[in-house]
T-cell receptor, first 111, second 113 residues
């Protein structure tokens, strides 16, 4: 059974600081997603990572994937308040028909 | 709007009542997924369809839950004899084919009182 763990579950940080969210998964997969969710809203796709060593960046967020370690990271650079949200990683199963989500990281960026 | 559409957005129901939710996927997406998200948790897979065929069901989908996609377009998720534990956000997603990105709808928030 595919399991996905994120840490930390909660992150409070000051504006301007850097931090990394970690996502570990238990079985091999060739596709990993990062999503953002604002309170009461649906999921907004941030990144799709398809191969070992993949790195994608959008603004202050950068995601990477190490398939050998079964680890993905979401790095936040110089955080701003607008980044406050819950971030989920999700891994596709081998059949490609199901996403397994981590528990989420609730990020609060304080001015 | 060409995204995934869900209706209603919010539903409050009394315990024991039946509820039905609708999902309209992105046009030409033949795969449709249902997920459930409880407060403070990540979404959990419930079931998915390829065209009108329901190909996989999670063990979370008890016999009180039924999902259909009769013509391979929109889908409905029905919960019979609702319980307070059914209170959650029900998310629908669609994708063009296997191993392509799934796009999520806005969700239906169910509150069972």
């Amino acid at each position: 059974e595919l399991k996905v763990e994120q840490n930390p579950l909660f992150l409070s940080m000051q504006e301007g600081k850097n931090y990394t969210i970690y996502c570990n998964y238990s079985t091999t997969s060739d596709r990993l997603y990062w999503y953002r969710q604002d309170p009461g809203k649906s999921l907004e796709s941030l990144f799709v990572l398809l191969s070992n060593g993949a790195v994608k960046q959008e603004g202050r967020l950068m995601a990477s994937l190490d398939t050998k370690a079964r680890l993905s990271t979401l790095h936040i650079t110089a955080a701003v308040h607008d980044l406050s949200a819950t971030y989920f990683c999700a891994v596709v199963n081998n059949a490609g028909n199901m996403l397994t989500f981590g528990g989420g990281t609730r990020l609060m960026v304080k001015p | 709007d060409t995204g995934v559409s869900q209706d209603p957005r919010h539903k409050i129901t009394k315990r024991g009542q039946n509820v039905t939710f609708r999902c309209d996927p992105i046009s030409e997406h033949n795969r449709l997924y249902w997920y459930r998200q409880t407060l403070g948790q990540g979404p959990e897979f419930l079931t998915y369809f390829q065209n009108e065929a329901q190909l996989e069901k999670s063990r979370l989908l008890s016999d009180r839950f039924s999902a259909e996609r009769p013509k391979g377009s929109f889908s409905t998720l029905e919960i019979q004899r609702t319980e307070q534990g059914d209170s959650a956000m029900y998310l629908c997603a669609s994708s063009f084919k296997v191993n392509t990105e799934a796009f999520f709808g806005q969700g239906t928030r169910l509150t069972v009182v």
